[in-house]
Nanobody, 120 residues
């Protein structure tokens, strides 16, 4: 199983970016998909998550600015980030908890990080 993230970059404060993360491989079903971030010198933190039923969860600092969504047919999760602030600067990682074929073993997987820098 691989998670391939894309969409990072440099943006000015107040700008927008959209991250994508596609899961591929012998996937049975995906229970949870989420985005984490890690700023220099800080611990990795959950930014937003979405379950297979569509329930979402956000950290307080991004509520109203970020939107997580998923396309189950494409095994892809998205993070639309609006009104970006300098404090959103970090490496963003996607994560998925899924069951693999053929044994339907559940495990967690990480994508490669993608850098987001919010600066004027």
């Amino acid at each position: 199983v691989q998670l391939q993230a894309s969409g990072g970059g440099l943006v000015q404060p107040g700008g927008s970016l959209r991250l994508s993360c596609a899961a591929s491989g012998s996937i049975g079903d995906i229970n949870f998909m989420g985005w984490y971030r890690q700023a220099p010198g800080k611990q990795r933190e959950l930014v937003a998550a979405i379950t297979d039923g569509g329930s979402t969860n956000y950290r307080d600092s991004v509520k109203g600015r970020f939107t997580i969504s998923r396309d189950n047919a494409k095994n892809t999760v998205y993070l639309q980030m609006n009104s970006l602030k300098p404090e959103d600067t970090a490496v963003y990682y996607c994560n998925a908890v899924l069951r693999t074929l053929p044994l339907l073993r559940r495990d967690g997987y990480w994508g490669q990080g993608t850098q987001i820098t919010v600066s004027s």
